[in-house]
């Protein structure tokens, strides 16, 4: 068989490169604190779009920093009792996709809820200045400044906002409430199942934004991890720092989180993944301590997986 990284074997035990903030959890910690501390208001707009039989919003919510944060509803006409529900993050620079997208979820009598990520493709600011290098892209946006600015935890704690919101509606049921995306979103859905503890479940597909220094060792700095070699290039050509930026990474690195995970998860990898490879994939994988299992693609990278789709929601439907 092909191989790209690892062979399954070791990908079964690997746990990532440790170059983790002595602080994480306290860091993690405080940021919920602030994030709780907004509460769970948010504000609807029925949209202009609707279908027979469901009901379509905008859903809007002050997010950390002061931002307006959007997300897309769907939900069954008039719901009533107690419903499941499922939170979906997209991919990175896109937005969180159409309605009619949503509606195979809430025709099977789910409340979907998908994320804009802030200043990527949809209508969510990002509104939280920094210091420092943001040629391209997200990831190393705030890397110059406080921690506690660094792009992701705001987008991470969007995530679990979102879920938290989803869960405090009247008509869904919060002990069943899931969680997927692919690539960003991947790496999303396991940020918000590492800061969403009562979570059900969690479907990640081929995750991003999980053991950077692993990217690096395998020349993958490319693609989405692109800005990577910028930040580098541009802020620190002769590396002099490149232990301290990838230990300041790690405070939005998934496999350095994955530990506070309580929910069920699957995940969703190619081996021929070469965006983001399988083993920065099982660093955060076998990092959870939860029950867990994962779905395997031995011919396939950074694609669609086929029937994947349909093997996520038979997994949101045993809720």
């Known amino acids: 068989m092909p191989i790209l990284d690892y062979p399954l074997s070791k990908l079964q035990t690997y746990t990532g490169i440790n170059e983790c903030p002595a602080d994480i959890d306290a860091y993690w910690d405080k940021a919920i604190a602030e994030m709780e501390a907004l509460g769970t208001d948010y504000t609807l707009e029925k949209a202009e779009f609707q279908a027979p039989g469901f009901e379509c919003y905008h859903l809007w919510f002050t997010g950390v920093g002061g931002a307006r944060v959007h997300a897309k509803l769907v939900q069954p006409e008039n719901p009533t009792g107690k419903l499941p529900a499922v939170v979906q993050f997209h991919g990175y620079s896109g937005d969180c996709g159409s309605f009619s997208s949503k509606l195979g979820y809430a025709g099977a009598g789910f409340v979907i809820a998908a994320l804009d990520c802030r200043g990527q493709g949809g209508l969510s600011e990002d509104s939280i200045p920094v210091k420092g290098n943001t040629l391209h892209g997200h990831i190393i946006r705030g890397l110059e400044d406080d921690p506690e600015k660094l792009y992701y ?121 070469n965006i983001c490879p399988p083993s920065t994939q099982f660093a955060a994988f076998n990092n959870i301590p939860s029950e867990k299992d994962y779905v395997i693609y031995p011919d396939f990278g950074h694609e669609g997986l086929p029937e994947s789709d349909d093997k996520i929601m038979s997994y949101m439907l045993e809720m």
């Open 153 to 273: 935890r705001a987008v991470y704690l969007d995530c679990a906002q979102l879920a938290r919101i989803v869960m405090a509606l009247p008509y869904v049921d919060e002990t069943r409430v899931g969680a997927t995306g692919g690539s960003q979103g991947g790496g999303l859905t396991l940020a918000c199942a590492a800061l969403t503890p009562n979570l059900n479940r969690a479907a990640p597909v081929f995750p991003f934004l999980t053991d950077y220094r692993r990217v690096w060792e395998m020349d993958l700095a490319k693609a989405a991890y692109a800005e990577l070699v910028e930040y580098f290039r541009h802020t620190d050509p002769t590396h002099a720092r490149e232990t301290e930026t990838f230990t300041k990474l790690g405070y939005i690195d998934n496999h350095n989180m994955a530990h506070r995970i309580r929910c069920k998860v699957r995940m969703f990898t190619g081996l021929m993944d």
